[in-house]
T-cell receptor, first 116, second 112 residues
């Protein structure tokens, strides 16, 4: 158990719909990262938040958005869903930068989105 | 794009050492080598990382060549539960998400 919690674990919806994926980082972690993994594809970095502010943006579509709340949980909003958005969506968190920390990412178990 | 090259798949007999290679010929002086693995469709799991020196922890050993252009992850006694996709990543040691670039990885199959 990494300490990162993602909900829901599974989600089935239709094209054109909107969904929200939720992530609670490990206690004390300030950074939250979102990744997308399509079938047989590698993990694609989408976006990162640090202490409530966007820090880095990757290959995130304009139909997707995210935010990090004051309690540090994060939500990834996916709208106007297409069949190709079906994927595993992972959230990860990392510690604040301190001397000696590994800089590792702690991943949740993912949310599997199926768009029909 | 990933800065590393790994073989797409490897097999290893249960109980034997699994040696997973990674090429990172364009690595910069301040970039670390990280290894993660992903078992089935679970979230990726951190294994080990290093800069120049060889590293060992309870999960694995990391051997980095002197010129740092390649490295090898060693699982000393592979078990069936080590069957997974192993990712080699080079990145600076910071918290910027765009620097965590996962390539296709190596699919390791541990055979009974």
């Amino acid at each position: 158990d990494s300490g990162v919690t993602q909900t829901p674990k599974h989600l089935i919806t239709a094209t054109g719909q909107r969904v929200t994926l939720r992530c609670s980082p490990r206690s004390g972690d300030l950074s939250v990262y979102w990744y997308q993994q399509s079938l047989d594809q590698g993990l694609q970095f989408l976006i990162q938040y640090y202490n409530g502010e966007e820090r880095a943006k990757g290959n995130i579509l304009e139909r997707f958005s995210a935010q990090q709340f004051p309690d540090l949980h994060s939500e990834l909003n996916l709208s106007s869903l297409e069949l190709g958005d079906s994927a595993l969506y992972f959230c990860a968190s990392s510690e604040p930068r301190l001397a000696g920390d590994t800089g590792e990412l702690f991943f949740g178990e993912g949310s599997r989105l199926t768009v029909l | 794009d990933a800065k590393t090259t790994q073989p797409p798949s490897m097999d290893c007999a249960e109980g034997r050492a699994a040696n997973l290679p990674c090429n990172h010929s364009t690595i910069s002086g301040n970039e670390y080598v990280y290894w993660y693995r992903q078992i089935h469709s679970q979230g990726p799991q951190y294994i080990i990382h290093g800069l120049k020196n060889n590293e060992t922890n309870e999960m694995a050993s990391l051997i980095i060549t002197e010129d740092r252009k390649s490295s090898t992850l060693i699982l000393p006694h592979a078990t069936l539960r080590d069957t997974a996709v192993y990712y080699c990543i080079v990145r600076v040691e910071d918290n910027y998400g765009q620097n965590f670039v996962f390539g296709p990885g190596t699919r390791l199959s541990v055979l009974p």
